[in-house]
């Protein structure tokens, strides 16, 4: 790198032994093992000359000033484990080469505008727990050697400008917590296989143009607690087994084509904080079962075709919108008729006659015979 222009420079370019320069460290036989120097406003090319430090396990150079391409000769440090080049405007093609670090279990190239496609040659890295690419300017598909990553517990594709469908290899990922594909060019299905990653967490597929029906597979995911299939085109029925997800407080099906009702099983999501439905084409009344919904937060059910009226429980919810024209709360009890207004007494329930209804007229005419007593002390003597 071509220069080191902040206070984090101690000892650089000095006799004093590289295990004393600052973000350097070295083993017994004084061969540099870990260079970390995020954030550092270092400038300049990244050097191939760190490619012959065959004993390196750490290289941690995000958060600079950086310009140019990758060296392809980072693909030779066999012993590296960690590889964090975020946010340092590194342009080019990732390198095949990486695809050679048998040993690496972190891979960070976020933030950058790297083009061109995902090297199938990462599908090797039988080590890899994190893969993030986020945020770069990448084309192409996603490679199906991806789903070869066993050990990936990470996987981060989102704002790139990728292409083709979702590979159902991805459903082989066991330990995978976090999904990430949103603000992409995707097209196609869910694959139904993202129902047998029972570890997910997190999952994001939002701004993309997937198609077809969410799958009810993914009513299986356990763990999962963030779900976001927004700003798509699918269609079809919300599945009911959505409402077996225990552990959900986000869910967000906004701006798609959905169709049909809300389904009632929603309401068994305990957890969930954050419900968006809006802009479908959804019908029918609002399930009552939402008002059971106590966590929840904010809801937003407004641009459908929905009826009736909001469910007790939900008084406190913020709204992102009402839910529909001329929607309003359901009273969560029926109405007592004014004294002298008999006729807005309800009828029986239990057929018991008018015993029930002349009990109830008797209360109220107490009541106002009390309220006209309490006047009477309360007026001033003439």
């Not at 295990?19 to 191939?48: A, K, M």
């Amino acid at each position: 790198m071509s220069s080191v222009q902040s206070p984090n420079k101690w000892n650089w370019i000095s006799e004093a032994p590289l295990g004393e320069w600052y973000g350097v460290l070295t083993g017994e036989d004084g061969r540099v093992e870990w260079l970390s120097l995020p954030d550092n406003q270092l400038t300049g090319e990244i050097p191939r000359e760190l490619g012959n430090l065959t004993k390196l396990d750490s290289l941690q150079l995000g958060g600079n000033n950086l310009i140019g391409e990758i060296p392809r000769e980072l693909g030779n440090l066999e012993n590296l484990g960690l590889l964090h080049l975020s946010r340092s405007n590194l342009t080019g093609e990732i390198p095949r080469e990486l695809g050679n670090l048998e040993n690496l279990e972190h891979l960070d190239l976020t933030n950058n505008n790297l083009t061109g496609q995902i090297p199938r040659e990462l599908g090797k890295l039988t080590n890899l727990a994190q893969l993030s690419l986020n945020n770069n300017n990448l084309t192409g598909e996603i490679p199906r050697e991806l789903g070869n990553l066993a050990e990936l517990t990470w996987l981060w594709l989102s704002g790139n400008q990728l292409t083709g469908e979702i590979p159902r290899e991805l459903g082989k990922l066991a330990n995978l917590t976090h999904l990430s594909l949103n603000n992409n060019n995707l097209t196609g299905e869910i694959p139904r296989e993202l129902g047998n990653l029972a570890e997910l967490t997190w999952l994001s597929l939002l701004d993309n143009q997937l198609t077809g029906e969410i799958p009810r597979e993914l009513g299986k995911l356990a763990n999962l607690a963030y779900l976001f299939l927004n700003n798509n085109k699918l269609t079809g029925e919300i599945p009911r087994e959505l409402g077996n997800l225990a552990e959900l407080t986000w869910l967000s099906l906004s701006d798609n084509q959905l169709t049909g009702e809300i389904p009632r099983e929603l309401g068994k999501l305990a957890n969930l904080a954050h419900l968006f439905l809006n802009n479908n084409k959804l019908t029918g009344e609002i399930p009552r079962e939402l008002g059971n919904l106590v966590e929840l937060i904010w809801l937003s059910l407004s641009d459908n075709q929905l009826t009736g009226c909001i469910p007790p429980g939900l008084e406190s919810v913020e709204y992102s919108g009402l839910p529909g024209p001329g929607l309003r709360f359901c009273e969560t009890a029926p109405e007592l008729p004014r004294p002298g207004n008999a006729g807005l007494l309800p009828p029986p329930r239990d057929g018991g006659g008018a015993a029930p209804r002349l009990a109830l007229l008797a209360l109220l005419l107490a009541c106002a015979g009390v309220r006209r007593a309490v006047r009477g002390r309360e007026a001033p003597s003439p």
